[in-house]
Structure formats: C-alpha cells, structure tokens
Nanobody
Framework: QVQLVESGGGLVQPGGSLRLSCQAS????????MGWYRQAPGKQRELVASITSSGTRSYQSFVMGRFTISKDSAKNTVDLQMNSLKPDDTAVYYC????????????WGQGTQVTVSS
C-alpha cells in the first residue's frame, strides 16, 4: 500500500508562486510513475504534470513553461513548482502514483487546495 501526503497549498495572488510537495511512504520512485492532477470546482479532474520512474517529465499545455515537476529519491518526495499562477489554476491538487505504463493512477493523495486570487 502506497501512501501519498501533499502539502504546500494555500492562497496566492495572480502572478505569484507556490511549491507543492508530496511525501511518499517509502522508496517507490523506481517502481512508480508519479504525477500531479488537479480538480477545479465543477470541473473534471485533469492531469497537470508527470515524471516517470526513469525521470522523464511531461506537462500539459496549460502549465508548460510555468510549472516544474521534480522528485528527490533520497527524501521520497515529488514537488510541483508553480510560477506565474493564474486564477484558472485554482483547484485541489493531487499527487498520484502509477505502476503501469498506461492507465490511470493506482494511488492518490488526499489533495491540497491552491487558490489564486487577488
């Protein structure tokens, strides 16, 4: 059983930055592809960024150039650095772990709220 705990959410003004962190239970990064999803009010949950077990990063177009995903295998953490935040980035952000090459995540964190507002 993999446990994921997010932290770092909060309220930030448009144009500001936040860094989300996900603490994983144990050394799982060699076996799992990690990702960040988000869900805004009234909208479906969507993938934001991901990093494979080998370290390949990918981003959705709406965060390209603004967000950076990274992982620290020594600390068992996956971070999402979010810059130039917009009101549309307001959502609950979830950390995920996926064992397979395809398909959805196998494990989800409880989520952390990010609110971008002046």
């Amino acid at each position: 059983q993999v446990q994921l705990v997010e932290s770092g959410g909060g309220l930030v003004q448009p144009g500001g930055s936040l860094r989300l962190s996900c603490q994983a239970s144990g050394s799982i990064f060699s076996r799992y592809h990690m990702g960040w999803y988000r869900q805004a009010p009234g909208k479906q949950r969507e993938l934001v960024a991901s990093i494979t077990s080998s370290g390949t990063r990918s981003y959705q177009s709406f965060v390209m150039g603004r967000f950076t995903i990274s992982k620290d295998s020594a600390k068992n953490t996956v971070d999402l650095q979010m810059n130039s935040l917009k009101p549309d980035d307001t959502a609950v952000y979830y950390c995920t772990a996926r064992a397979g090459t395809n398909g959805g995540p196998d494990y989800w964190g409880q989520g952390t709220q990010v609110t971008v507002s002046s």
